[in-house]
Every structure is written in structure tokens, then in C-alpha cells.
């Protein structure tokens, strides 16, 4: 899944490098006050919370919102599959029918 990311820019994000097991097992293994945003799902999720927090003005939420973003628990994308796709070999695929 590619969206434009919401922080302003006109850059598409490719959602899917961050779904990776890796990446969910981080998610969901961080127990921190401010819980990391780490797999797709979740970034995606907050990168439009931020996005809203900031045409709003919402100071308190763009903050929280940062540190979700950024914080210890934050992986970086997975790099391209050997056949140049950007999906991460360990990504969950759908099964065939």
C-alpha cells in the first residue's frame, strides 16, 4: 500500500517496507509509555494523525505523535526483495485462491 505521506510533502510512502515480521514483532513487543509506531500499519496510522495534528495546530499531538515516530523501538524500512520489489521477503503475501 503506497499513500502520499501527510506530513506536507507530495513524496508517496511505501507502507508495505515496514511490514515485514520483524517489523510486527517490534510493534508488538514495545511496551514503552508512548507506544512506538514501527510496522506499516501503525506509521501509516500515525503519519495521519500527525498530518491532521499540525493543520489543526494541536501542539500536545504533534509531539506525541513524534515520539511515536521516532521512537527506540523504530526499525527502518526493509530493503527490496532480490527481484527488485519493495515488499520485504518476509512480508505477509496474500495466498493464492
Not at 25 to 40: E, L, M
Request: aromatic fraction near 4%; hydrophobic fraction near 30%.
Amino acid at each position: 500500500m503506497t499513500t502520499i505521506a501527510s506530513a506536507g510533502s507530495d513524496e508517496p510512502v511505501d507502507w508495505s517496507r515496514f511490514d515485514s515480521d520483524t517489523h510486527r514483532t517490534a510493534q508488538n513487543s514495545c511496551r514503552h509509555f508512548i507506544r512506538c509506531a514501527v510496522d506499516g500499519t501503525t506509521r501509516s496510522a500515525v503519519s495521519q494523525m500527525l498530518g491532521y495534528a499540525r493543520t489543526v495546530g494541536d501542539g500536545n499531538a504533534i509531539t506525541v505523535t513524534l515520539a511515536q515516530l521516532t521512537g527506540p523501538c523504530t526499525l527502518a524500512p526493509a530493503q527490496p526483495d532480490a527481484d527488485g520489489s519493495h515488499r520485504p521477503a518476509d512480508a505477509k503475501r496474500p495466498t493464492p485462491l
